[in-house]
């Protein structure tokens, strides 16, 4: 047995050794789910897990509260590898974007490292990286964390740092390798005037057939979008205010949705257009309105790197895990948008998205909250974690697997394999 996989074998016993804790940690966090920027419970039981287990904890991390950084550090200097944890629920629904998963499967990957991290040069970071889920409201200035991964690469954290790794959970087939889309949550609010909806009502402005019109607009312009890849054009909206009393013209009412799209230039298109609904929509019903953009979900595109990739693909298929080929998964088109895709830009990543469900399940939803809970998904939280840590554990003992991840940073599909065609 080869040295790398003597340690990715050691590895493996570490998580099955934990395995049992790992699950109950992330159960518990299903049972009681906690929001962004508030995940006080979350964030403590995960930083006093690797505390527990000898790793240096820096928390509260950059001033966001529930923030943590925990290192460990091994016999000597060498590469640097983060495995980022997330923690968050979603209001209302709970973790049904498996969030549980993430966090332990990443404090699971950190805990078996540092078993073997004597005998090996290198430092592992677990960062936890709370309010990766878009929220509403908030204190005056909004979340002070919400998408802490963007506060992170703008406070330089990624600059020392050699590779980011993470899992996340989906339903299907385990990926390795999809991109992720950009995104822009944006605010549309339609001032009216209120009136008596049978007594008079033309002395009134009505603020809901406003956002109703601006909606059906939305709607109608998704006909023109672009199609396929770069371009990915995706928009959703909601209404969440509308009114008071059926005999009264309503005098505010609030939209709220995102655009996203792979294209920086693109997406500023069709946020002009979304835009321009609003106009046509307020100039129809004689009302004002307001389109404040929040601050971007996610800045870039997502962009994993293909040498990564192909550590991680190879590693899932060792731990038995069915995985679709990272070729084919790499080229399809993004499906939803992350912090993590500004960490991508910053340094080689890789993200796996490792199945919680054979059959597909609607996600962000009870299903597949109750999902992080099964079974399978208490399985891929150890594969998961296992597939994490050995992918480490490459990164560490064949230093050419770091020169070439770092080699083909950023580049694209057909170049990648095109370096290796006779």
């Given amino acids: 047995m080869t040295d790398v996989e003597h340690y990715k074998k050691l590895v493996q016993d570490q998580v099955n050794t934990i395995s049992s804790r790992l699950i109950e940690m992330s159960d518990w966090l299903y049972q009681h789910p906690e929001y962004g920027c508030e995940e006080v419970e979350a964030s403590k039981l995960l930083a006093n897990e690797l505390e527990k287990h000898g790793f240096k904890v820096e928390k509260p991390f950059l001033n966001m509260p529930t923030s943590f950084k925990a290192s460990y550090n091994g016999k000597g200097s060498g590469p640097k590898a983060a495995i980022l944890a997330e ?38 970071i677990v960062l936890g990286c709370p309010a990766e889920e878009n929220r509403k409201g908030g204190p005056p200035g909004g979340w002070p964390c919400q998408f802490s991964k963007q506060i992170m690469c703008d406070k330089g954290v990624f600059e020392n740092i050699d590779a980011a790794i993470m899992i996340h959970p989906t339903a299907g087939i385990t990926e390795v390798g999809r991109g992720a889309l950009i995104a822009q949550y944006i605010d549309v609010v339609f001032h009216g005037k209120s009136a008596h909806a049978a007594a008079d009502p033309w002395t009134g402005r009505n603020a809901l057939q406003a956002a109703l019109l601006f909606l059906s607009g939305v709607n109608a312009f998704r006909q023109q979008l672009r199609r396929g890849r770069p371009y990915t054009p995706v928009i959703h909206w909601i ?184």
């Fill in 87 to 124: 923690y968050d629920a979603l209001e209302g629904i709970g973790h049904g974007c498996g969030h549980n998963i993430i966090g332990t499967g990443a404090i699971g990957a950190g805990i078996a490292l540092s078993k073997v991290m004597k005998e090996l040069n290198g430092e592992i």
């Fill in 239 to 422: 209404l969440t205010e509308g009114g008071t009393a059926g005999n009264v013209i309503p005098e505010i009412a609030r939209c709220y949705g995102a655009c996203r799209s792979e294209d920086k230039n693109y997406l500023e298109e069709i946020i002009e257009a979304v835009q321009n609904c609003a106009k046509g929509a307020a100039l129809m019903t004689g009302c004002e309105f307001d389109f404040v953009r929040r601050r971007m979900t996610s800045r870039e595109a997502g962009t994993p790197n293909l040498y990564l990739t192909e550590l991680g693909y190879k590693n899932l298929l060792k731990l038995g895990v069915e995985t679709e080929d990272w070729r084919v998964s790499t080229r399809k088109e993004p499906a939803g948008s992350t912090d993590f895709s500004d960490v991508t830009k910053k340094v080689p990543s890789l993200e796996i998205s490792i199945s919680i469900s054979k059959e597909e399940i609607p996600w962000h939803s009870v299903t597949s909250a109750k999902a992080t809970i099964s079974d399978m998904g208490h399985k891929a939280l150890i594969d998961g974690a296992k597939a994490l840590a050995m992918t480490a554990v490459d990164l560490f003992t064949v230093p050419e697997h770091l020169q070439k991840t770092k080699s083909v940073h950023l580049m694209d599909l057909d170049k990648y394999l095109a370096r290796s065609a006779p």
